[in-house]
T-cell receptor, first 115, second 115 residues
Framework: AQTVTQSQPEMSVQEAETVTLSCTYD???????LFWYKQPPSRQMILVIR??????QNATENRFSVNFQKAAKSFSLKISDSQLGDAAMYFC????????????FGTGTRLQVTL | EPEVTQTPSHQVTQMGQEVILRCVPI?????FYWYRQILGQKVEFLVS????????KSEIFDDQFSVERPDGSNFTLKIRSTKLEDSAMYFC?????????????FGAGSRLTVL
């Protein structure tokens, strides 16, 4: 079974600084996708960034980027120039390739952004 | 931008009562999912649905749960006889078959409180 591990229950970053959230996963599949979702206090799940396993290039979305290390099965999220609105729970998620296969989430990292 | 819509946003019910949570997925999406998040815990997969049948279900999705797509737009989750431990946020998600990275789009969630 696939597992997703987020070893940091809580992280804190000062506004305008950079923070990295860790995620590791375990799979025997070669075709899969990785995601980071943000869950603000409203509890809606918002996609932050995604990565296809077959792509070597790390995904980037504005201030958000990932460090995808396929051999190490590591998928960390870097948030640059942190803003107060970045404060939320961040969930790493895995999905194997295929039709209806499900997302498997990690336990989440709560990010606090301080002034 | 297209949205997944969930109703009700919050429902309070007595233990043993039936509850139906409703979802309107994005109109051209073909795959549908329900997830559950107990307060303070991770997001857990319940069931996936494609081509008018269940594709996969978790061990949480026991005989008390059922899903239905009664018409071309709604996707419902029914809990026949609610228990205290069913109190959670329930998220509906949908996905089309052509999205490049197989992204699931989540609704804002339905909070269920069982008394």
């Amino acid at each position: 079974a696939q597992t997703v591990t987020q070893s940091q229950p809580e992280m804190s970053v000062q506004e305008a600084e950079t923070v990295t959230l860790s995620c590791t996963y375990d799979t025997s599949e070669s075709d899969y996708y990785l995601f980071w979702y943000k869950q603000p206090p409203s509890r809606q799940m918002i996609l932050v960034i995604r990565q296809e396993a077959y792509k070597q290039q790390n995904a980037t979305e504005n201030r958000f980027s990932v460090n995808f290390q396929k051999a190490a099965k590591s998928f960390s999220l870097k948030i640059s120039d942190s803003q107060l609105g970045d404060a939320a729970m961040y969930f790493c998620a895995y999905r194997r390739g295929g039709t209806a296969s499900k997302l498997t989430f990690g336990t989440g990292t709560r990010l606090q952004v301080t002034l | 931008e297209p949205e997944v819509t969930q109703t009700p946003s919050h429902q309070v019910t007595q233990m043993g009562q039936e509850v139906i949570l409703r979802c309107v997925p994005i109109s051209n999406h073909l795959y549908f999912y329900w997830y559950r998040q107990i307060l303070g815990q991770k997001v857990e997969f319940l069931v996936s649905f494609y081509n008018n049948e269940i594709s996969e279900k978790s061990e949480i999705f026991d005989d008390q749960f059922s899903v239905e797509r009664p018409d071309g737009s709604n996707f419902t989750l029914k809990i026949r006889s609610t228990k205290l431990e069913d109190s959670a946020m329930y998220f509906c998600a949908s996905r089309d078959s052509h999205s490049g990275a197989n992204v699931l789009t989540f609704g804002a969630g339905s909070r269920l409180t069982v008394l």
